[in-house]
Nanobody, 123 residues
Framework: QVQLVESGGGLVQAGGSLRLSCAAS????????MAWFRQDVGKEREFVAS????????NYADSVKGRFTISRDNAKSMMFLQMNSLKPVDPAVYYC????????????????WGQGTQVTVSS
């Protein structure tokens, strides 16, 4: 089964950018549909963006459309989240997740999770 490790989180000023990475090992990365979720303190984990196994289809939460871009490199077993124009509402622990199902957006539809990486935005 696939194992996932996120990196790239940190502290950034509002309006700035960060690029998150998710490295996959074990399992066949290219067969999984992937997603980013985030969870702020005291809130439920929420969907951010997803990408199909081929990279040909992406979906975004309304709150990040036009600012975040999800991508993947199957040859390197990596997924990315480019986050631009970060806002004070974006801080959270960001998780990458893998699913064998297509176009799913709920946490219970993803069977594999990373440990998360913290994103903090200063105003």
């Amino acid at each position: 089964q696939v194992q996932l490790v996120e990196s790239g989180g940190g502290l950034v000023q509002a309006g700035g950018s960060l690029r998150l990475s998710c490295a996959a090992s074990r399992g066949t990365f290219s067969t999984y549909n992937m997603a980013w979720f985030r969870q702020d303190v005291g809130k439920e984990r929420e969907f951010v963006a997803s990408i199909s196994w081929s990279g040909g289809s992406t979906n975004y939460a309304d709150s990040v459309k036009g600012r975040f871009t999800i991508s993947r490199d199957n040859a390197k077993s990596m997924m990315f989240l480019q986050m631009n124009s970060l806002k004070p509402v974006d801080p959270a622990v960001y998780y990458c997740a893998a699913s064998t199902r297509y176009r799913v957006f709920r946490t219970d539809q993803y069977g594999y999770w990373g440990q998360g990486t913290q994103v903090t935005v200063s105003s």
